[in-house]
C-alpha cells in the first residue's frame, strides 16, 4: 500500500494563484520529499525536508510538516502555466525489505494562463 | 538533463517475451532505483542497489530481477511478460545507499506489452 496520499487527487487554477497540496503517511519517518513529474517525463526533484524541521522554502515553493499529524503540505506561490505537472510526495523510512523511498499517488496540477 | 541514462526509450514486446533495460547513474552516485509506473498502481518502489549489492527490496516480482555491474550501470530483467507488466520504467541514481538523499531520475523506458 501507499505510505503517502496526496490531497486534492487534482487541482486547476488560474496563473498568479497559489496551489496547495497536502500529503498524509501512515508510519514514522527519516525525510519527506516533493518531485514534480511532467506528463510521461521523469521526476524532478524539488525539496527535502528532515523529520526535525517543521518549514522549508525553495524559490516559490514552500513545504510544511507536520509529524504528530504525519502530514505534509508543499505550497506553490504565484503559479504559472509552466508548474501545469504532477506532484508527488516521497517518504524515506525503513519497512520491510529495507530502508524505502515511497511515493503517493501524486495530484495533478493545471496552471490556466 | 539529470545526467541519468536509460535504454531503451520504448520497448514493444509479446506477452511470454523476456527484456532488459538499462540504466546508468549521475557519475558518482553509488545507488540505483528501479521503480514502476503504471495508471493504476502509480509510482511503485522495485528495487535498491548500492555500490553492487542489493540495499533494499520493493514490490518486484519474482518474474523480475536486477543487478548492479562494477561500473555501477543497472539492468533490470524481465520476463515471462504479462500484458499487466506494460508501464513506465524509471531508474534513479543517488550518491549515498540510505539516508537523505534525493533521487535522480532518468527519462524512463515505455515498455509496451502485447
Known amino acids: 500500500s501507499q505510505q503517502g496520499e496526496e490531497d486534492p487527487q487534482a487541482l486547476s487554477i488560474q496563473e498568479g494563484e497559489n496551489a496547495t497540496m497536502n500529503c498524509s503517511y501512515k508510519t514514522s519517518i527519516n525525510n519527506l520529499q516533493w518531485y514534480r513529474q511532467n506528463s510521461g517525463r521523469g521526476l524532478v526533484h524539488l525539496i527535502l525536508?528532515?523529520?526535525?524541521?517543521r518549514e522549508k522554502h525553495s524559490g516559490r515553493l514552500r513545504v510544511t510538516l507536520d509529524t504528530s499529524k504525519k502530514s505534509s503540505s508543499l505550497l506553490i506561490t504565484a503559479s504559472r502555466a509552466a508548474d501545469t505537472a504532477s506532484y508527488f510526495c516521497a517518504t524515506d523510512a525503513w519497512h520491510t525489505g529495507g530502508f524505502k523511498t515511497i511515493f503517493g499517488a501524486g495530484t495533478r496540477l493545471f496552471v490556466k494562463a | 538533463d539529470s545526467g541519468v541514462t536509460q535504454t531503451p526509450k520504448h520497448l514493444i514486446t509479446a506477452t511470454g517475451q523476456r527484456v532488459t533495460l538499462r540504466c546508468s547513474p549521475r557519475?558518482?552516485?553509488?545507488?540505483v532505483y528501479w521503480y514502476q509506473q503504471s495508471l493504476d498502481q502509480g509510482l511503485q518502489f522495485l528495487i535498491q542497489?548500492?555500490?553492487?549489492?542489493?540495499?533494499a527490496k520493493g514490490n518486484i516480482l519474482e518474474r523480475f530481477s536486477a543487478q548492479q555491474f562494477p561500473d555501477l550501470h543497472s539492468e533490470l530483467n524481465l520476463s515471462s511478460l504479462e500484458l499487466g507488466d506494460s508501464a513506465l520504467y524509471f531508474c534513479a541514481s543517488s550518491p549515498g545507499g540510505q539516508g537523505i538523499y534525493e533521487q535522480y531520475f532518468g527519462p524512463g523506458t515505455r515498455l509496451t506489452v502485447t
Open positions: 557519475s558518482g552516485d553509488l545507488s
Open positions: 542497489y548500492y555500490n553492487g549489492e542489493e540495499r
Open positions: 525536508i528532515r523529520s526535525n524541521e
